[in-house]
C-alpha cells in the first residue's frame, strides 16, 4: 500500500459565469475581499484555518458546486448573513450538530454545518 496524501489545505470551489457579480457576492459573504486574483477569471480567498475560497470563471460548469463551510456557531452566521441580506434555509439539527444553505445567485449550493459541541478534529 502506498503512503497517504499529505494534505496542507483544501480549496471549495465556486463555478461562475458572471465573475464581477460573483465576487462583489462572495466578497459580502466572506465578510472582506479576496486575498489575490492570480489570473483572470480566478479569485481567492486563502489563511481560512486549513482551507479556503476559490471563485472561478467557466460558462460551460457554471451553478453547478457544492461546498460545506464549517463554522463554529451556526446561529450567529446566520444572523451575520441576514444582516447582509443573504438568507438560509433548509436547516437540520441533530447529533451530527446543526446544518443549512444557501445559494450564490449563479446557484452554487452552500452548506454551513455546525459540529456538535465537543467535536474536536483529528
Known sequence: MSK????QG???????RD???AI?????????SPDDMPFPGMAQ????GAAGLQVWQ???????????????????????????????GNEASGEFGAVAQLFD????QINLSE????????
Do not use: C, Q
Open 115 to 122: 459540529p456538535p459541541k465537543g467535536f474536536k478534529n483529528g
Open 58 to 88: 467557466d460558462d460551460t460548469r457554471a451553478g453547478h458546486a457544492i461546498m460545506t463551510v464549517v463554522v463554529p456557531d451556526l446561529a450567529s452566521e446566520k444572523r451575520r448573513l441576514a444582516n447582509i441580506d443573504l438568507f438560509v
Open 105 to 108: 445567485p449563479e446557484g452554487n
Open 45 to 48: 480567498w486563502r489563511n481560512m
Open 19 to 21: 465573475f464581477d457579480a
Open 4 to 7: 497517504a496524501i499529505t494534505v
Open 10 to 16: 483544501i480549496y471549495a470551489v465556486a463555478i461562475v
Open 24 to 32: 462583489s457576492w462572495y466578497t459580502a459573504f466572506m465578510g472582506r
